[in-house]
């Protein structure tokens, strides 16, 4: 909507992006791990940092921001700014409603991480780290869905579950064609930095938080 304009907008998307950046970080190592590729190599210690980071970006940080923009549009009351959350409130989602999609975001992308993702047992597990780090993926995808689909039908029909075939596919394509891509790198280069000098500091890694 070229008539929203937000100073926090830059930043709640950038939160967006680097949560999603270390979820994929955390799930391409839980399943190198799983499958005895980095064995010895990526340890619970290093598991324990990526879920740190996912914990701050995934929920806090964006949870941060998220809110610090609505509540300041709320605060400033100014039609310009308020029309994206109005039009968030209402609209169709399966006939749900964008809003039951806003509350599945407020839950899913801060409620639900925060509270499993704090505990340090979950940040060392590494099924458990795998499962949030896909789950969050999944949340960010909704929040884009949240962004762009209700203003591409603020004027049409609200779209109904056979219209959104196309964005699953568009979904679904670029993630199969993004994994190939790294599959097929991860496969062809080092998985260690043999001649960095602090690779030996690095796999002595300890946390103590």
């Given amino acids: 909507d070229y008539r929203f304009f937000s100073t926090m907008w830059g930043v709640y998307f950038f939160a967006g992006s680097a949560m999603s950046a270390m979820a994929v970080c955390g799930l391409t190592f839980c399943l190198l ?3 005895g590729r980095v064995t010895g190599l990526v340890t619970d210690e290093h598991l324990h940092d990526l879920g740190k980071l996912l914990f701050t970006f995934g929920a806090c940080f964006w949870g941060y921001i998220a809110f610090s923009q609505y509540f300041l549009i709320w605060y400033s009351n100014i039609p310009e700014e308020t029309a994206y959350y109005l039009y968030r409130k209402d609209g169709g989602v399966f006939d749900l409603g964008w809003n039951t999609l806003s509350m599945v975001l407020v839950v899913g992308h801060f409620v639900l991480p925060f509270l499993i993702l704090i505990s340090r ?3 060392r597990n590494i099924l458990l780290l795998g499962i949030m780090a896909s789950f969050l993926l999944v949340m960010q995808v909704l929040d884009m869905v ?3 689909r209700p203003m591409a039908y603020i004027d049409a029909e609200a779209p109904g579950p056979v219209s959104w075939w196309l964005d699953v596919v568009a979904v679904v394509g670029c993630a199969s064609l993004f994994a190939a891509f ?3 790198a991860l496969a062809s280069t080092a998985l260690v930095p043999i001649r960095d ?4 500091q690095c796999l002595k890694h300890k946390n103590y938080v």
């Avoid at 000098?197 to 030996?200: K, V």
């Fill in 33 to 35: 791990r799983l499958t």
């Fill in 121 to 123: 047992k979950t940040k």
């Fill in 146 to 148: 949240w962004i762009i």
């Fill in 182 to 184: 790294l599959i097929r």
């Fill in 197 to 200: 000098p602090r690779l030996g």
